[in-house]
């Protein structure tokens, strides 16, 4: 075998590969920021008073919880052009990551908010609060904090998926790195740099997602 690592063309990718990251950062924060305010806008229909709502919310988070990121990618990549909707591959990737995991987030603000006491439901309705007020002001600042963390975790698996993009033509850090092994024929370099570039992001945000769950008291 006379393969060798070449530290010179592992640092000469690292450019390439910077280009890549910044689109791998800019899918995973507009994808977390989209399936943060989904989630909670389905967690909320989810108690609506109209059951007609319930079910069809329940309906549509099961469907999307049930089928694979990379089915929907290529519906939205594949089929929305066909009834004259068409996006760019970066904003397609970020449409299909938030509608995925606002299916997920969804259920954490869910659980976050049947952990609120009953008693604080209870007062509000004693001051007779309206009922946006009691949301605003009693439940939602209660619950949020303590969905913090699982957020984080969501965040982090959606930034880890996020070179199923590639299948859909968005050269994330992943597609950068294959770009240039394909043009060296050399990819054991250029993978392996992504894989430490991945390494240095994710662990210090799961780091952080421990120290929220010691902050707010959550442990699994």
Known sequence: MNWSWDWNYAWSVLPSLG??????????VFGSLLAYVLGLVFALLRRSRFWLVRTIVWLFVEFVRSTPLLVQL???FFV???????LSPLLT???GLGLHYATYTAEVYRAGIEGVPK???????????????????VILPQAIPRVLPALGNYTISMF????LLLTISVLDIVGAAYEVGSSSFRFVEPLTMAGILFLLLSYPSSLFVRWLERR????H
């Open 119 to 137: 008693g604080q439901w209870e007062a509000a309705r004693a001051l007779s609060l309206p009922r946006g007020r009691t949301w605003t002001a």
């Open 216 to 219: 707010f008291g959550i442990a």
């Open 93 to 95: 990737g970020v449409i």
């Open 80 to 86: 929305l052009p066909d009834i004259g909707i068409r």
């Open 74 to 76: 290529f519906f939205l």
């Open 19 to 28: 280009e890549g990251l910044v689109v791998t950062v800019e899918a995973t």
């Open 160 to 163: 880890k998926e996020t070179p």
